[in-house]
């Protein structure tokens, strides 16, 4: 059972390792949105406040607390195999961080191949759809701020799990659409002549 447990945690530490490094590698690429001052203030992963530049220098607080966590999981798995102190229960109470590590970015951008948002990178042929709900009286949102009552709540559906955004301007709402649209996702949630025309997404 423990060494079933020291692959499995083996496994999972590679596995954000490797995620971290991806995330680091799309961050110098060339966004295509957010780009202006006006994208910034329209995007927010958190009611509170506004999106950070999606650049390295900008994200640096959270990439340290990320790779923090990373290192301390990694001490303590060290730890454990020289010491042989710990328990099966205590590989789950170490890994609880990483379960949580995708909300310490406070990032969301596009690039030509795909999304970040928080510690994720999602390819575009991953996402199936995307839809904007108003965030009204009944919205978990709701009376965070001006801003967020009158705005949208961007979803993008994968196959198993979202990605989500508050959109709080009309402007990036028209922009993120547009974007969306030419890399070949429907739009969920309007009326069939209102749904942006579908390219052929292979070519992406």
């Not at 710990?86 to 406070?106: E, G, I, M, R, T």
Request: charged share 25%; hydrophobic share 45%.
């Amino acid at each position: 059972m423990i060494v079933f447990l020291n692959i499995v945690y083996i496994i999972v530490i590679v596995y954000f390792c490797c995620k971290f490094i991806r995330l680091l590698t799309k961050l110098k690429k060339d966004k295509i949105f957010p780009i202006t001052n006006a994208d910034l203030i329209g995007i927010r992963t958190y009611p509170q406040k506004v999106v950070g530049l999606p650049t390295i220098s900008k994200q640096k607080i959270e990439i340290f607390l990320y790779v923090f966590i990373l290192l301390f999981v990694i001490g303590m798995y060290i730890i454990d195999v020289v010491y042989k102190k710990f328990d099966a229960s205590f590989y789950l109470l170490v890994l609880f961080p990483l379960y949580y590590s995708h909300n310490l970015l406070n990032l969301f951008a596009i690039i030509n191949d795909g999304v970040l948002s928080g510690s994720r990178f999602v390819r575009w042929k991953k996402i199936k759809s995307f839809q904007f709900v108003p965030i009204n009286l009944n919205h978990r949102y709701y009376g965070y701020s001006k801003e967020v009552n009158d705005g949208y709540e961007m979803i993008m559906q994968e196959k198993f799990s979202t990605i989500r955004c508050i959109v709080t301007t009309d402007e990036a709402k028209e922009k993120l659409t547009k974007i969306l649209c030419d890399h070949g996702l429907e739009e969920t949630g309007v009326k069939g002549d209102e749904q942006c025309q579908i390219i052929g997404r292979d070519q992406k």
